[in-house]
Nanobody, 121 residues
Framework: QVQLVESGGGLVQAGGSLRLSCAAS????????MGWYRQAPGKQREMVAV???????NYEDSVKGRFTISRDNAKNTVSLQMNSLKPGDTAVYYC???????????????WGQGTQVTVSS
């Protein structure tokens, strides 16, 4: 099994910064992709930022230039630096990892428990 543990959420004023971190552990052979998703009340979960094992990244349009995703392949961790936060960024943020496990290197998606980010105006 694979576990993802997140940290770093909280309450911040608009214009402030937060850093989210996520550590993956368990029976991991390789992690193809790691990323952050978010879900605001009454809305569907959406991709915020993802990063491949080689370092290529993809961001949701509204966070480009404000958020930066990074990962440490040796430690199986991913972080999200969030700057210039806006009230619209308020959501539960979930860490995601696409992990290869088992004898046949099966790829599966795993999720963290979620961490609340609240941005006040």
């Amino acid at each position: 099994q694979v576990q993802l543990v997140e940290s770093g959420g909280g309450l911040v004023q608009a214009g402030g910064s937060l850093r989210l971190s996520c550590a993956a552990s368990g029976s991991i052979l390789s992690i193809a992709r790691m990323g952050w998703y978010r879900q605001a009340p009454g809305k569907q979960r959406e991709m915020v930022a993802v990063i491949a094992s080689g370092g290529s990244t993809n961001y949701e349009d509204s966070v480009k230039g404000r958020f930066t995703i990074s990962r440490d392949n040796a430690k199986n961790t991913v972080s999200l630096q969030m700057n210039s936060l806006k009230p619209g960024d308020t959501a539960v943020y979930y860490c995601n990892a696409r992990v290869a496990t088992g004898q046949f290197w099966n790829l599966s998606d795993y999720w963290g428990q979620g961490t609340q980010v609240t941005v006040s105006s």
